[in-house]
């Protein structure tokens, strides 16, 4: 199998390792939800040596991340554990930092909301959850290559699309996580902190 590739992690790693360089500096362990293929893992692992990074995703991605895994492995790469968001069955252990990309307008609704809840659970008081991906605002998508992404995401599967910020954020307070910074990203992308007060 050859291992599966993303072009767009590829192209957003470095600038999202930047703001978590920042922001998980105290930070030690990190779940990551919906890994995908593995390449942020393996980059954020490498390249920010004092977290340990916890890979994840449903089973079905999991061939995939641990090609990724054994082709660059790390002693703080830790290779995925099966977690569906609406599954029961999160992960025990407490971690004081999570991290998601390009999950929210690609999982329906419940999933989302779900999300919030299990990582409001999860993580420690004072851990630190950033998302990362394109945002609406008041109901608007600035750029219209969003627009069209929208558009494509719905034509594809109809529960997809591109969330409106406040109501992640209001998801996030509702699991016990206060704004703390919404960063603009290339690519019309954001990346949202929240840390759990
Ligand atoms: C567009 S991919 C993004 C992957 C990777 N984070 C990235 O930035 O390239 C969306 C990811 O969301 C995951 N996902 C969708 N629904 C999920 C669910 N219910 N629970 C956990 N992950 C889910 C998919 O398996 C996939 O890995």
């Known amino acids: 199998m050859d291992k599966p590739f993303s072009q767009a992690?590829?192209?957003?790693?470095?600038?999202i390792c930047e703001v978590?360089?920042?922001v998980f500096v105290d930070k030690k362990n990190v779940l990551e939800v919906g890994s995908g293929t593995g390449q942020h893992g393996v980059f954020f692992a490498k390249n920010l040596p004092?977290?340990?990074?916890?890979?994840?995703?449903?089973?079905?991605?999991?061939?995939?991340?641990?090609?990724?895994?054994?082709?660059?492995?790390a002693v703080n790469l830790i290779a995925p554990i099966a977690l569906d968001v609406l599954s029961d069955h999160w992960p025990t252990a407490h971690y004081d930092a999570a991290f998601s990309a390009n999950t929210a307008h690609i999982m329906p609704w419940e999933a989302?909301?779900?999300?919030?809840?299990?990582?409001?659970e999860r993580l420690l008081l004072g851990g630190v959850f950033c998302l990362y991906g394109p945002m609406k605002y008041m109901g608007v998508l600035e750029?219209?290559?969003?627009?069209?992404?929208?558009?494509?995401?719905?034509?594809?599967?109809?529960h997809q699309g591109i969330r409106e910020f406040h109501e992640l954020n209001q998801l996030a307070m509702d699991a016990g996580l206060?704004?703390?910074?919404?960063?603009?990203?290339?690519?019309?992308?954001?990346?949202?902190?929240?840390?759990?007060?």
């Not at 992690?9 to 600038?15: K, L």
């Not at 989302?112 to 409001?120: K, L, Q, R, S, T």
């Open 9 to 15: 992690c590829a192209n957003n790693q470095a600038v």
């Open 112 to 120: 989302v909301v779900a999300m919030f809840a299990g990582i409001g």
């Open 50 to 73: 004092h977290l340990n990074w916890q890979t994840s995703d449903r089973a079905q991605n999991h061939a995939g991340i641990k090609r990724w895994v054994q082709d660059h492995p």
């Open 143 to 158: 750029a219209p290559s969003n627009v069209q992404f929208d558009h494509w995401l719905q034509q594809q599967v109809p």
């Open 178 to 197: 206060t704004l703390q910074e919404d960063n603009a990203m290339p690519a019309n992308n954001r990346l949202i902190v929240w840390q759990k007060m």
């Open 20 to 22: 978590l360089e920042r």
